[in-house]
C-alpha cells in the first residue's frame, strides 16, 4: 500500500533555532496535512496543502507541497518550547472521500 | 463548540473480548473516519463512514467493524481482541476538508 517516510526521525535543537523536516511518497498525491500530537492527545492539523509548489504558513510554521507531488516540506522558525512533540505528514491520492495515509513522525525535542 | 469526543477515554480488556468505542463528530462535520495509532507509529486507516455506510476501508481484518446513526456519530467494535490490538484509537470527523481528531480511547489487551 502507499508509504510516506518521514525525516528525521527525531531531532534535538536549541529554543530559538529553525527546524527543517519532510515527508516523501513513492506515489503522487493530490493533498499534504501536517499534524502535531502532543502526548495523551489526537494529531492537530497545522497546515493543509492543496497544490503542487503551494506554498502556506501558520504563523512560524511554513509547508510546502513538492512540485513532484511526491514530498512536502515543514519548517519551524525560532523555536519555542511549546514546539516539543511529533510531527506527522499526511497525504492523500484520491480526492472520493478523506482517506489519508500518515507518515511515522518527526519527533521534535527543544532544549532550553 | 465541542470539537471530535471519544468515549471512553482509556480500556483494558481481556484477550478474546469484545470491545465497542465510541466517537462524536465535530459539529458540522458527516464524515467519521477511524484510525488505529501503535505506540511510536503514524495512525493508520482502519475505515471511514458516510450517510451510514462504509465508504472506505483500510487493510484491516473483518474483526474490525463500524456504524454509523443517524446523527453521524460512530461505533468502532473490535472483536475477537489480540495483544496486538493494543493501541490508540482515533476517530476524525470531516465535512469537505476540514479532518479533526478526537483525543482517542487507550485500548490495553491483556
Known amino acids: 500500500g502507499q508509504q510516506l517516510n518521514q525525516s528525521p526521525q527525531s531531532m534535538f535543537i536549541q529554543e530559538g533555532e529553525d527546524v527543517s523536516m519532510n515527508c516523501t511518497s513513492s506515489s503522487i498525491f493530490n493533498t499534504w496535512l501536517w499534524y502535531k500530537q502532543d502526548p495523551g492527545e489526537g494529531p492537530v492539523l497545522l497546515i493543509a496543502?492543496?497544490?503542487?509548489?503551494e506554498l502556506t504558513s501558520n504563523g512560524r510554521l511554513t509547508a510546502q507541497f513538492g512540485i513532484t507531488r511526491k514530498d512536502s516540506f515543514l519548517n519551524i522558525s525560532a523555536s519555542i518550547p511549546s514546539d516539543v512533540g511529533i510531527y506527522f505528514c499526511a497525504g492523500r491520492w484520491d480526492n472520493y472521500g478523506q482517506n489519508f495515509v500518515f507518515g511515522p513522525g518527526t519527533r521534535l525535542s527543544v532544549l532550553p | 463548540d465541542a470539537g471530535v469526543t471519544q468515549s471512553p477515554t482509556h480500556l483494558i480488556k481481556t484477550r478474546g473480548q469484545q470491545v465497542t468505542l465510541r466517537c462524536s463528530p465535530k459539529s458540522g462535520h458527516d464524515t467519521v473516519s477511524w484510525y488505529q495509532q501503535a505506540l511510536g507509529q503514524g495512525p493508520q486507516f482502519i475505515f471511514q463512514?458516510?450517510?451510514?455506510?462504509?465508504?472506505q476501508r483500510g487493510n484491516f481484518p473483518d474483526r474490525f467493524s463500524g456504524h454509523q446513526f443517524p446523527n453521524y456519530s460512530s461505533e468502532l467494535n473490535v472483536n475477537a481482541l489480540l495483544l496486538g490490538d493494543s493501541a490508540l484509537y482515533l476517530c476524525?470527523?470531516?465535512?469537505?476538508?476540514?479532518?479533526?481528531f478526537g483525543s482517542g480511547t487507550r485500548l490495553t489487551v491483556v
Open positions: 463512514y458516510y450517510e451510514e455506510e462504509e465508504r
Open positions: 496543502l492543496y497544490k503542487a509548489g
Open positions: 476524525a470527523s470531516s465535512y469537505g476538508y476540514g479532518y479533526t
